[in-house]
């Protein structure tokens, strides 16, 4: 019944946040004092009712009460009213619960909040329905499924729709009942919320049961039983249908299909007490049908379980069969229970119940006329309660209905004065719309531009670096090349000469790996196998290099800027290895995803100052480079030795 606790956290820490943008710069600390003290108290309310010392409960609640209309947080002080109606709904009388929740009902309008008057519709009928007030109760469940309905929160309406059911079927309104169990049905996945699904058939089975329907009710228990996932279900829903044997008088049937059960371990949980007494009865009824000598010994025991929860109408149930066991064998016995069972039907006003009782009364009285008599009138005034009761009922429907209807019409009302209003706004939202469009225009153009630019720029830098990279080649290489043949083929006739041959051999090798470092890359479908064979050159003796899952990557889906970038960056990598790291082991691992192209560059160097901001040479480069590519590139040591490069670049 009450609000979830991490629900009313969620609505304090919005409230709050709102007021401590306002307030905070004169009082830095005061809502979370306010925060801590609701906390605190809201705390020891639920501790308190928890251990049912109600009163305390509600002074404790009356100071979070005032505390939150102190601060005039309103949706802090509902909650809290929430939690107060709860409380009182353990009290009696419950004339302040109604008072509570009128009080919230009339908030809750006036902020036309529908969900939480929906909310508040069910909690009234829930204690009209504690307080014996029946037609208020059906009233304020049927305007609850009707707006959850309104709201789509198909949970919500089978919920309340359950709760319908089970108080027009007290009443004996099973077609209405029936309807709106299936109505019920109509919200709900059997998969997503099995225990609802099967307690709607559950009660289309107990509705069909009361109209004496008896194969129709076995139909939905079993229909019920089919989906039902649980241990304690099944147990329910046999029981259940054993009792529709009972009533069959197929005793056979009953004490077989019971017997299956009785002995379960999940009954001995005092959990389930309440289910455990219901199936022992059942069970020691159908024996005492099938003249098994120990059937009064079950039935007395499921007796004293029911006592240990004292709920009247379970009391009841155990009373009128130990009258009619005691019956069927002329024991005395049988006129006290059938009177005990008269007694506690009065007590929860059940007129079935009462009728019951007093036909066992009138079988086992030695002067049962004046019984007959209590029979007779009894019997006309809930013939009477019954037929009034669904004119009750179809009047609360229909004055639901007008009241929508009216709501309807005055709302349609206000919508036409609101047409009139809206056309100045919208005239006023269409001159913005156009400016937001023009402006919109330009920056959208300008961006087109930039980018153009940018695409220009970037091809412009590959175009210089291919003609650097072919000039290196064609004129320092070659020229570099033939005084170094010429060199080579004279005579050693110094050190000096000998040493500027090796010199020249080194400048040589030199112009021609920066010819090859900054030469033409195939960006087509051999892609990755050239930036595969550039990584491999890499590999020496002294370093180890890995690659790994280049292959799987949909290279196709980079273009020809993004995938220069990725080439040069990993090269640039590979340069500064070689140069700087000292490394012995490079591992270049591939990765991909629908929306990015991740490249992990790690090895076991000597690592990387991180301090150094911003970096020079060929990490600039690559940074650079990235950052051109809309991508980002992130730098960080190893836990144990090495650097790691992450680069990430968008399809």
Known sequence: ????????????????????CNNQKDHPSENDTFLNQIDSLYDSVEQLKEKKLIDMALSKNNTALQLA?????????????????????????LDSTFHYSDILLNDYTRAKDTANIAYIKYLKGFYFKKDNQIDSAIGNYYQAVQLYKYLNDSLNVAKRSLDLVKILNDKANYQVAEKTAIDGLKYLNKKTANKLYINLKNHLAIISKNKGQYKEALYWYNR???????????????????VV???????????????????????????????????????????????????EKYLLEALELRKQKNVPENLNASYIHLAEHYADK???????MAQKA????????????????????????????????????????????????????????????????ENALLK???????????????????????????????????HLI????????????????????????????????????SLQNEPKVSPVLEQLENQLDKLYHKTRDISKEYGDIDTGTNFAVGLKDMLASYHSEHANVIIRNIDTIPWRRLNHSKKVAIYRCVQELMVNMKKHSQATLVALMFESDPNLLTVKYSDNGIGLDLSITPRAGGLKNVENRIEAANGTVTFANSSTQGLVIIIEIPF
């Open 1 to 20: 019944m009450t609000t979830p606790k991490a629900i009313y956290f969620f609505i304090l820490i919005i409230i709050l946040g709102t007021v401590s």
């Open 69 to 93: 209309k102190s601060k005039n947080v309103p949706e802090i002080y509902q909650n809290l009213l929430r939690q107060r109606i709860v409380l009182l709904g353990r009290k009696r009388p």
């Open 224 to 242: 019920a039983l089919s989906i039902a996932k649980d241990s304690l279900s099944v147990i329910s829903i046999k029981n259940n249908m054993a």
């Open 245 to 295: 044997y009972l009533k069959q008088e197929h005793f056979t049937k009953a004490f077989n299909t019971l017997s299956s059960i009785v002995y379960d371990t999940l009954l001995r949980n005092p959990k389930n007490i309440t289910l455990n007494a219901r199936v022992i009865d059942n069970w020691a009824f159908a024996k005492s049908k099938l003249g098994h000598i120990d059937a």
């Open 330 to 336: 002329n024991n005395r016995m049988a006129f006290k």
């Open 342 to 405: 008269y007694e506690t039907a009065k007590t929860y006003q059940n007129v079935d119940d009462q009728l019951l009782a007093l036909s066992m009364i009138i079988a086992t009285s030695e002067t049962p006329r004046q019984y007959a008599l209590k029979y007779h009138r009894l019997s006309d005034s809930l013939h009477k309660a019954r037929e009034q009761a669904n004119i009750s009922y179809a009047k609360i429907i229909y004055d639901t209905e007008r009241n929508r209807n």
């Open 412 to 446: 349609s009302n206000a919508q036409l004065n609101a047409l009139e209003i809206s056309k100045v706004k919208t005239r006023n939202i269409a001159l913005g719309l156009i400016l937001i469009i023009v402006i919109g225009a330009v920056i959208w153009r300008y």
């Open 450 to 485: 930039k980018n153009k630019h940018q695409r220009e720029k970037e091809l412009a830098t590959y175009e210089t670096e291919r003609l650097i990279s072919k000039r290196v080649h064609d004129e320092v290489a070659n020229d570099v090349f033939h005084t170094l043949t």
